[in-house]
Nanobody
Framework: VQLQASGGGLVQAGGSLRLSCAAS????????MAWYRQAPGKQRELVAS???????NYADSVKGRFAISRDNAKNTVDLQMNTLKSEDTGVYYC?????????WGQGTLVTVSS
């Protein structure tokens, strides 16, 4: 299983970015997928997740600003990030669980300037 993330970059506070993640390989159906992030000097944290057949879940810090969506036919999961804040800065990782095994994308850097 490979996860390819894209869409990071530099944006001013209050701006928007959209991250995309494409999963490929032996997915055996529709895997659980999510976005995590790791800010400088902090632990990796869950930002948003979307299980197949379920509802999106969000960290409290991003509720109302971020939206996760998935296209099961294409095996992609996107993260629309609006009203970005400096504390949203970090490396964002795509994550998937396939047959109880965890997979991580390579990470994409999001930098929000204040």
């Amino acid at each position: 299983v490979q996860l390819q993330a894209s869409g990071g970059g530099l944006v001013q506070a209050g701006g928007s970015l959209r991250l995309s993640c494409a999963a490929s390989g032996s997915l055996f159906g529709t895997p659980f997928m999510a976005w995590y992030r790791q800010a400088p000097g902090k632990q990796r944290e869950l930002v948003a997740s979307f299980a197949h057949g379920g509802s999106p879940n969000y960290a409290d810090s991003v509720k109302g600003r971020f939206a996760i969506s998935r296209d099961n036919a294409k095996n992609t999961v996107d993260l629309q990030m609006n009203t970005l804040k400096s504390e949203d800065t970090g490396v964002y990782y795509c994550y998937a669980v396939v047959r109880f095994r965890e997979y991580w994308g390579q990470g994409t850097l999001v930098t929000v300037s204040s």
